[in-house]
């Protein structure tokens, strides 16, 4: 098992719409969580981190966290063609070492 | 968050030889991640450099394929030693934020390496 699972996608939604990325952990022990949007051939960007259960709202971001479930999820509310993207998942690994597992990403396509 | 140069932001190699990437940073920082991004795939830690001791590398990765230096709080390189086409990747330098989290990790602009 992966420590940190995404659907590499494509996803597809049209532009206005609501994205809706997923993403799963094995380290019971994650304390923070992170999404960054890579463009093609650029360096990943942070755009949101969660610490604790429940929603985290910035913008057209909302990030959402469950760590009973070991779920965090990115919802990108009316979807941009900027946004198309490869969207990362990253988890901060337990034991107070602050080094991030990366999920393989998910491409996003907003098409107009 | 801070200013990270990466150089060089790109080269392509003969396989054998070694390249040296440098990640300078507009302030001073207690820890410096090197991660490797394989041609459509995710971010894998490679090494862990802290000021003043040898870097810690995460399983897979030796210290004398990625010789690493960390001479001070604002600087690192990272070795590629007797590069193979497998070699080929992006390699990104990254230190964490300097907020009240101190978790988020921000990145160089990364260095694509090709090695024919």
């Known amino acids: 098992q992966k420590e940190v699972e995404q659907n590499s996608g494509p996803l597809s939604v049209p532009e206005g719409a609501i994205a809706s990325l997923n993403c799963t952990y094995s380290?019971?022990?994650?304390?923070?969580f992170f999404w960054y949007r890579q463009y093609s051939g650029k360096s990943p960007e942070l755009i949101m981190f969660?610490?604790?259960?429940g929603d985290k709202e910035d913008g057209r971001f909302t990030a959402q966290l469950n760590k009973a479930s070991q779920y965090v999820s990115l919802l990108i509310r009316d979807s941009q063609p900027s946004d198309s993207a490869t969207y990362l998942c990253?988890?901060?690994?337990?034991?107070?070492?602050?080094?991030?597992?990366f999920g393989a990403g998910t491409r996003l396509a907003v098409h107009p | 968050s801070a200013v990270i140069s990466q150089k060089p932001s790109r080269d392509i190699c003969q396989r054998g030889t070694s390249l040296t990437i440098q990640c300078q940073v507009d302030?001073?920082?207690?820890?410096m991640f090197w991660y490797r991004q394989q041609p459509g795939q995710s971010l894998t830690l490679i090494a862990t450099?802290?000021?003043?001791?040898?870097?810690?590398?995460e399983s897979g990765f030796v210290i004398d394929k990625f010789p690493i230096s960390r001479p001070n709080l604002t600087f690192s390189t990272l070795t590629v030693s007797n590069m193979s086409p497998e070699d080929s990747s992006i390699y990104l330098c990254?230190?964490?934020?300097?907020?009240?989290?101190?978790?988020?990790?921000?990145f160089g602009q990364g260095t694509r390496l090709t090695v024919v």
């Open positions: 990254s230190v964490l934020g300097q907020g009240a989290g101190n978790t988020e990790a921000f």
């Open positions: 380290d019971r022990g994650s304390q923070s």
């Open positions: 969660i610490y604790s259960n």
């Open positions: 990253a988890v901060s690994r337990s034991g107070g070492y602050n080094k991030l597992i």
């Open positions: 302030s001073q920082v207690t820890m």
């Open positions: 450099a802290n000021q003043g001791s040898e870097a810690t590398y």
